[in-house]
């Protein structure tokens, strides 16, 4: 992903001919200094966004930026910004929108690894992202102590639900091993996961050849028979629980015999670290 086209196609969108309030009052072009401050608790991201946004202007300059994965509390100094008046003004809100949505995200997922409380469990994200802002946000998780799930279709297989169904329609149900192995032959570092949505799948299906399960929407009592059977019917990789698991929950996790939790959460309805630039 190219940060710096990203912030420039941004910059472009919201002034896309000159900023029409200062024009219109005539305010003096003139060298200052602003600062980025915290105006909450958590985990800052957004060191290159910074060092790439002042690079669109030729006067201004950044010191003492905060890097990747800071602790940060309410009134600290993210970063000095140095250049014109009106410039500032121009790359402000751009510059906000992302250092506060990805810091949101880094946030939100340290909460979440410190609600489970065991090492032994990652926190995954998903591919519920913005589009275009995948790789930002996948690098804020892991900012924030959680780990990434596949970038996106053509890294991993993920035999979900609707694989299912229309193997099942076709008649083919029975070849997904055979599919899933020749896959693996031809891309021997190619990983493969299945998602299961009853104890009755995991009785059924060969699950020699996947690296992960997903136990989508399992009752929580149901989860350690669930590994049980995994374990029983030839399965020797991690387990990975998924559906509905939010901040208010992840700690009923934290005794399970699983190795990864997914949460949509991280990404697709952050809220956004309060962030404010003072001049």
């Known amino acids: 992903m190219n940060v710096e086209n990203f912030i420039k196609q941004s910059i472009q969108e919201d002034c896309p001919t000159g900023d029409i309030t200062t024009t219109s009052l005539d305010i003096k072009s003139g060298q200052i200094e602003a600062k980025l401050i915290a105006k909450d608790e958590g985990v800052f991201f957004g060191h290159d966004i910074i060092k790439q946004a002042v690079k669109q202007f030729p006067a201004m300059s950044t010191?003492?930026?905060?890097?990747?994965?800071?602790?940060?509390?309410?009134k600290d100094i993210i970063s000095s910004i140095n250049g014109n008046y009106n410039d500032i003004l121009i790359l402000e809100r751009t510059l906000l929108n992302f250092i506060q949505h990805l810091s949101g995200i880094a946030s939100k997922t340290q909460q979440a690894v410190k609600l489970l409380n065991n090492p032994k469990i990652?926190?995954?994200?998903?591919r519920k992202t913005i589009?275009?802002?995948?790789?930002?946000?996948?690098?804020?998780?892991?900012?924030?102590?959680?780990?990434?799930?596949?970038?996106?279709?053509?890294?991993?297989?993920?035999?979900k639900e609707n694989h299912l169904t229309i193997l099942q329609k076709e008649k083919r149900l029975d070849?997904?091993?055979?599919?899933?192995?020749?896959?693996?032959?031809?891309?021997?570092?190619?990983?493969?996961?299945?998602?299961?949505?009853?104890?009755?799948?995991?009785?059924?299906?060969?699950?020699?050849?996947?690296?992960?399960?997903?136990?989508d929407n399992f009752k929580l009592t149901d989860i350690p028979t669930a590994v049980d059977i995994a374990r029983s019917n030839q399965f020797s990789?991690?387990?990975?629980?998924?559906?509905?698991?939010?901040?208010?929950?992840?700690?009923?996790?934290?005794h399970l015999p699983i190795q990864r939790i997914s949460m949509g959460c991280l990404t697709h309805s952050v809220t956004a670290f309060d962030i404010s630039l003072i001049i």
């Open 131 to 159: 589009p275009g802002f995948r790789k930002l946000a996948k690098s804020a998780v892991k900012a924030g102590g959680g780990k990434n799930h596949r970038e996106g279709l053509s890294d991993m297989i993920l035999i």
């Open 63 to 74: 010191s003492n930026t905060l890097l990747d994965g800071h602790q940060i509390k309410n």
């Open 175 to 215: 070849k997904l091993p055979d599919y899933i192995h020749a896959a693996k032959t031809k891309n021997n570092t190619l990983k493969a996961e299945i998602e299961i949505e009853t104890l009755e799948q995991l009785r059924t299906f060969d699950l020699s050849v996947f690296d992960y399960i997903l136990l």
């Open 237 to 254: 990789g991690e387990i990975e629980c998924s559906g509905n698991i939010t901040h208010d929950n992840i700690s009923n996790y934290t």
């Open 122 to 126: 990652s926190v995954c994200d998903t």
